[in-house]
């Protein structure tokens, strides 16, 4: 066995379910689609298992799952937009205490203990043409992975999952734009393997399509069929249940580049420590900083559904980025514990700028635009035909900027409280 395959296997071993979390997970989920069922089925509803639990591509440990509630076709197919509310209807009844999630249609969530059940109402279709919303086709999803893989790519599909975990390269969020489960889940079953995944990712360039169903003829023909919102993305990785998708839609140029530039490095050197996530401590930031100055901002966000959540600390961490320019950013990251707690850091260049900054005036030709600027400024001086103005700063060390930044309105309604450490 080369090194590479002893590493993967120790890895899978860490990853894979073990006997008894499996009985415990198929345990809990019964019990709970016995409980929905038992109300759903006066409605002409039945509650599924749905996602990586039912393909069996979940990861050790995880304890989410997703329940999709088939609606029958026929009799509510002119009631798709009000799935949610009939569904809560039904939930209600059971005396499940639930949280109503918006999405494109709004779904639910259950929590028991540790476990996470989300309640996704769908039209019960057979193909992709009865779809009247985008979630009626996602138990089709579940049909292709499990028709298409072994108990060998099932493993291989765990690898590539963990292995994108570790990257922050995995979910299709927008505040991650990274590779969704399924479109993995595509991608190792197309490629025969985790380890061909990573050499063909080798070759992947910009705009590569990948058709594992060949409903086009090349490249071409899918730019000409699919609308530009649909193969903006730098991979265009075809929906074997529906050829008029993009799985991989959400995925960014800064991931997928990061996940060809991991490739190489295991391919060239096989590790267990690439399946590792790196978390961010004050001790880790520090040891990077190699003694810079760093802001390190331990974050509560606000409440509610983890993509919108994700996104509003995304625009947070941004605008705190652009505001620190001045200090110059060396390096920044942050994590979301996708719940309500996310860290974010800044390495900077400086920790105190120059208290008088200029201000650009207007050229020296526009006389009144020159006569309001000389108004407004006291410190005016001319240099290559236009106006420039000395103005004071309000605040020019690290420690004070940063905590005048952390009132800005821009911010309320993306972080609640903060704990920040300037050092």
């Known amino acids: 066995m080369s090194e590479a395959n002893k590493i993967l296997q120790k890895v899978l071993a860490e990853i894979t379910p073990s006997l008894r979390e499996r009985k415990e997970f198929e345990t809990k989920v019964s019990s709970f689609l016995k409980k929905l069922n038992s109300g759903l089925r006066k409605v002409n509803a039945a509650a599924i298992l749905g996602g990586s639990g039912a393909k069996d591509t979940w990861l050790a440990g995880n304890k989410d799952a997703d329940i999709f509630v088939l609606f029958d076709y026929k009799k509510y197919r002119e009631k798709s937009a009000v799935l949610g509310d009939l569904l809560e209807k039904e939930l209600k009844k059971l005396k499940l205490k639930v949280d109503r999630l918006h999405g494109s249609r709004d779904y639910f969530q259950f929590k028991e203990g540790e476990n996470i059940f989300e309640i996704i109402p769908v039209l019960k279709i057979r193909d992709k043409k009865e779809m009247i919303n985008i979630t009626d086709v996602s138990p089709l999803h579940a049909d292709w992975v499990k028709g298409n893989s072994d108990k060998r790519l099932k493993e291989d599909i765990r690898l590539a999952k963990k292995f994108c975990r570790a990257h922050n390269c995995y979910g299709a969020e927008s505040y991650i734009s990274g590779f969704s489960g399924y479109v993995l889940e595509i991608l190792t079953i197309r490629y025969d393997g985790f380890v061909p995944l990573l050499k063909k990712s080798l070759k992947w360039k910009d705009k590569d399509v990948v058709d594992i169903k060949k409903y086009y003829q090349n490249a071409a023909e899918v730019f000409d069929k699919l609308n530009w919102s649909k193969v903006h993305s730098p991979l265009i990785v075809i929906d074997p249940v529906d050829k008029n998708r993009n799985a991989a839609a959400a995925l960014s140029r800064e991931k997928f580049y990061l996940f060809k530039k991991k490739a190489e490095e295991f391919l060239k050197a096989p590790s267990e420590r690439l399946f590792e996530k790196k978390e961010i401590t004050l001790e880790t930031v520090k040891t990077k900083a190699k003694g810079k100055p760093i802001v390190y901002l331990e974050i509560a966000s606000s409440s509610g559904k983890e993509d919108v959540i994700g996104a509003k600390l995304l625009k947070a961490f941004e605008f705190l980025g652009k505001s620190l320019r001045e200090f110059g950013v060396l390096d920044s990251g942050w994590e979301f514990d996708k719940k309500n707690k996310a860290i974010f850091y800044f390495i900077l260049r400086e920790n ?47 420690k004070e900027f940063i905590a005048a930044v952390l009132t800005d309105k821009f911010l309320k309604d993306k972080i609640k409280r903060v704990k920040t450490i300037v050092n």
């Not at 700028?353 to 650009?360: C, D, N, Q, V």
């Not at 309001?372 to 000395?390: M, N, S, T």
């Open 352 to 398: 105190e700028i120059a208290p008088i900054k200029l201000r650009a005036g207007p050229p020296t030709r526009i006389e009144i635009a020159v006569k309001e600027f000389k108004k407004k400024h006291q410190d005016v001086f001319e240099k290559d035909g236009r106006l420039w103005a000395k103005v004071k700063r309000e605040r020019y060390k690290l």
